[in-house]
């Protein structure tokens, strides 16, 4: 069974970083693109940030370009998203996804692609920010 788990979440102050990890257990990750998606109360879930399944392709909201990174370690089987410069419009529940079709590149997963029969989704991680 795939389980994603995310953690890293928390209360920050505008200007503020977090960085979120996400492990995958249940399947092979090192051959699978990888993305984080969030969430704010009453609007839908949009794309954030997306790394190809070898790591050299990455793929960004325009939102988040410039204060996102997301990178992955293979040996941990986990996906990080480092978030800088926090503003308050940046506070939602940030889900993981791990594509479930093999060896594609950042630009695969997105929010049109990336849906319940074409990944695999964690539970999610709250990330505030204050103003």
């Known amino acids: 069974q795939v389980r994603l788990v995310e953690s890293g979440g928390g209360l920050v102050q505008a200007g503020g970083s977090l960085r979120l990890s996400c492990v995958t257990s249940g399947r092979t990750f090192r051959i699978y693109a990888m993305a984080w998606f969030r969430q704010a109360p009453g609007k839908e879930r949009e794309f954030v940030a997306a790394i190809g399944w070898n790591g050299d392709s990455t793929n960004y909201a325009n939102s988040v370009k410039g204060r996102f990174t997301i990178s992955r370690d293979n040996a941990k089987n986990t996906v990080y998203l480092q978030m800088s410069s926090l503003k308050p419009e940046d506070t939602a529940v940030y889900y993981c996804?791990?594509?479930?079709?093999?060896?594609?590149?950042?630009?695969?997963?997105?929010?049109?692609?990336?849906?319940?029969?074409?990944?695999?989704w964690g539970q999610g991680t709250q990330v505030t920010v204050s103003s």
């Open positions: 996804a791990a594509d479930k079709r093999t060896y594609r590149s950042a630009q695969a997963m997105d929010a049109t692609t990336t849906t319940s029969e074409t990944a695999d």
